[in-house]
């Protein structure tokens, strides 16, 4: 077992606590869905109450794939959210490195908490260990950058649970520099390993699951580990549009990858009856259509966009669902941005709430069915919904986690 925050005694120590708020901005840059800063705050405050000095970091989205849009991921909105939530004053500093960093850090008195600049401004923060172990010089400036960002603290703590599944510098290379120091987990990370972990460890039965989204390439993984081990996958977004294109059906203009196909086809014959797929669409010429009529998912005319589940389609998911003693959930059932292409989604959201209502464990994960959840009010009904979306995934895939593995044990 990892320690925790309560492992520590964080009284006049400069706590360097690595979190993910990545949270989604609108154009105006406001942030549409604070959940994830929420989660982060039972950490925070408890280093807070104990007197320590808190040193906060994240990511906010992907400045280093953008870097002529820099200015747009600052993590200016989220100090302001952390401020009105914590009641007390998070200064956003200029940056997360470099000797004014350092000199302010050496600065913070008791309680006090400090949020650094966006950790992706520096390309350092992402080059991946693959890239690392044939590239010396690639290895040297990514400790480089996590050693000024190690010599912040005295203790190091990761609560960022949905970027568990990344070697990004703020996540390993800092603790694995910090050895010799408290390294600890925080609250999150606990409370997210404990459901997730539980689910999958002795899940009660029937155990089903529902995956959406586009792609089928992001969740290869976990369909296939999770063959093994629920009783039924139910299959909806446009990722179900590569299984039929796959199988030679029709699906008009919908989104499918046809890189796929082979691999479509063998998890569908080792899946067997055990992976379902949407029998009827919501379907239109475009996402902007007025008329959306429903057609046969195996079937769609040339000129249409399969955009959502249809009507039967969600008839058989919810009476599966129904039977369920575990739900897991990962990715909507259609656009589900754009009414009426969020009646798929909503519908699941509503039925897995009556089967958690009745007695069944429901987790949910990725970010866009915990909006969709959110959206419905329907998020105090689950049992779990998680801040990880790729996260997630590779959890219930049972990929390791390395950036927890460096942490202290009990
Ligand atoms: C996420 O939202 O998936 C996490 O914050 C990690 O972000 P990333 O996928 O850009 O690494
Ligand atoms: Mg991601």
């Not at 040193?55 to 992907?62: C, E």
């Not at 989220?78 to 302010?104: M, N, T, W, Y």
Request: proline share 6%; aromatic share 4%; net charge neutral.
């Amino acid at each position: 077992m990892k320690k925790t925050v309560d492992h520590l005694n964080a009284r006049g120590s400069r706590v360097l606590v690595r979190l993910d708020l990545n949270v989604p901005l609108d154009d105006n840059g406001a942030i549409t869905d604070d959940r994830r800063i929420r989660a982060a705050l039972p950490t925070v405050k408890k280093l807070l109450s104990d007197g320590g000095r808190v040193i906060m970091m994240s990511h906010l989205g992907r400045p280093d794939e953008e870097p002529e849009k820099k200015h747009e991921f600052t993590l200016a909105p989220v100090a302001k959210r952390l401020s009105e939530l914590l009641g007390i004053k998070v200064d956003l500093l200029p940056d997360c490195a470099g000797p004014q960093i350092a000199e302010r850090a050496a600065r913070l008195r008791d309680g006090e908490a400090v949020l650094l600049e966006n950790l992706r401004f520096h390309p350092e923060e992402t080059i991946k260990a693959k890239k690392t172990a044939s590239d010396p010089k690639l290895k040297e400036r990514k400790e480089d950058f996590a050693r000024q960002i190690a010599s912040l603290g005295d203790a190091y703590a990761n609560d960022a649970f949905g970027t568990c599944h990344r070697d990004n510098a703020s996540m390993l290379t800092v603790p694995r520099l910090m050895e010799g120091k408290p390294r600890v987990a925080g609250y999150l990370v606990q409370k997210e390993l404990e459901f997730l972990g539980d689910a999958l460890r002795n899940p009660k039965r029937p155990f089903v699951c529902v995956l959406g989204g586009a792609k089928v390439s992001d969740k290869l993984g976990v369909i296939r580990s999770l063959l093994s081990k629920c009783d039924t996958i139910l299959i909806g977004g446009a990722m179900a549009y590569t299984f039929l294109a796959a199988e030679g059906h029709k699906v008009g203009k919908s989104l499918f990858e046809p890189d796929l196909f082979e691999t479509a086809r063998s998890l569908r014959k080792d899946a067997g009856n055990k992976l379902r797929l949407p029998v009827d669409s919501l379907a239109a010429p475009e996402i902007s259509s007025h008329t959306t009529p429903v057609v046969c998912s195996a079937d769609i005319p040339a000129d249409l966009i399969g955009l959502d589940i249809g009507p039967q389609t969600v008839k058989a998911f919810s009476s599966e669902i129904a039977t369920a003693k575990t739900v897991c959930w990962n990715g909507p059932m259609g656009v589900f941005e754009t009414p009426p292409f969020d009646t798929g989604t909503l519908a699941m959201a509503l039925t897995i709430a009556e089967a958690t209502d009745r007695g069944a464990i429901s987790i949910v994960g990725g970010g866009d069915s915990a909006a969709a959840i959110d959206r419905a009010g329907l998020a105090a009904r689950m049992t779990h919904i998680s801040t990880g979306g790729g996260a997630s995934l590779e959890f219930l895939e049972g990929k390791p986690f390395l950036p927890l593995e460096v942490l202290d044990e009990v």
